[in-house]
């Protein structure tokens, strides 16, 4: 099942067309993705049985392209990002790869959709790849063979990062640098957990005005989905619709040379196979 956000509406994207979740169930479903994520078994029994009439005939590469598409979650409780989480990322920016989960978050409020364009607060804004596990079920100290069990599926992320912001301080802090408006698009809907296979074998793709910095897979992260989860919520309850940006792979702006940044007008593809396509552009 593929599941967007279209103008504040949770839809269901079918190759034919797209159904209002909330619409088309006479309100038994929340309009809203996070609730609508605890009860993904309720929804998919929903659609299979009642065969609900679509409501719009856009399919998805139609929806894709839609500006009113909004982020998966509009509202998630928290959104998790980890550094430094792919070995050649970490390598190219000079640093051993984190013991531990390195955990930051880009606030909510930074959250966009596939179509979204940002402004440049900096002259050193920087793309990033990333896979974007979006949880479902949730909960706590979820043991790592259970891990994908609390997931509802995944998405493309792109943490966009000015780096001037992230570097200021010394220990730097990454939260606020990665945090400005639609800093954080991610979509183009959500590809729940049944019709994506092993989260550890997907290519992940990012270019800039056409021309590829990004094109990894998700096999070289140093700690997986799995161990993500266990160890975040060995904290933290994962609730309903919160995001995990799970990191980058090399390739990013920072570690070319001469290193390079996004200047106004610069178009951002970023691609994860299967999952679908960002395009986000610097006003
Ligand atoms: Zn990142």
């Not at 493309?156 to 606020?176: C, E, T």
């Not at 800093?183 to 729940?192: D, L, Y």
């Not at 996004?262 to 970023?270: A, F, I, K, M, Y």
Request: proline fraction near 7%; hydrophobic fraction near 40%.
């Amino acid at each position: 099942m593929r599941i967007a956000n279209v103008a504040g509406r949770a839809v269901i994207v079918l190759d034919h067309g797209f159904i209002d979740v909330h619409e088309s169930s006479k309100g038994r479903f929340p309009s809203q993705a996070a609730p609508l994520l605890a009860r993904l078994a309720e929804l998919h029994d929903w659609l299979e049985r009642d065969q609900p009439a679509t409501t719009s005939s856009l399919g998805p590469h139609d929806v894709a392209q839609l500006t009113q598409l909004g982020p998966v979650v509009d509202a998630p409780s928290q959104v998790f990002a980890v550094g430094l989480n792919y070995r050649t990322h970490a390598a190219e920016m000079g640093l051993t790869p984190p013991g531990q989960p390195m955990i930051f978050t880009k606030f909510a409020s930074s959250l966009a959709g596939a179509r979204a364009t940002f402004a440049l607060p900096s002259a050193h804004v920087d793309w990033e790849a990333e896979l974007v596990v979006v949880i479902g079920r949730g909960g706590r100290d979820i043991a790592p063979t259970e891990a994908l069990d609390a997931v509802a599926g995944y998405c493309v992320g792109q943490d966009l990062s000015d780096r001037d912001l992230q570097m200021a301080g010394s220990p730097p802090q990454f939260s606020l640098g990665k945090s400005h408006r639609n800093f954080a698009p991610v979509g183009p809907w959500i590809t729940t957990v049944d019709e994506v296979g092993d989260p550890q074998d997907l290519r992940i793709q990012c270019t800039v005005n056409g021309t590829m910095f990004q094109d990894s897979s998700t096999q070289d992260m140093v700690f997986s989905v799995r161990e993500i989860i266990a160890y975040l919520s060995r904290v933290c309850e994962l609730r309903p619709g919160d995001l995990i940006f799970t990191g980058t792979p090399h390739g990013v702006g920072q570690g070319l040379h001469p290193p390079a940044f996004l200047h106004s007008g610069d178009e951002v593809v970023t691609t994860i196979g299967g999952l679908g396509t960002l395009r986000n552009r610097a006003e």
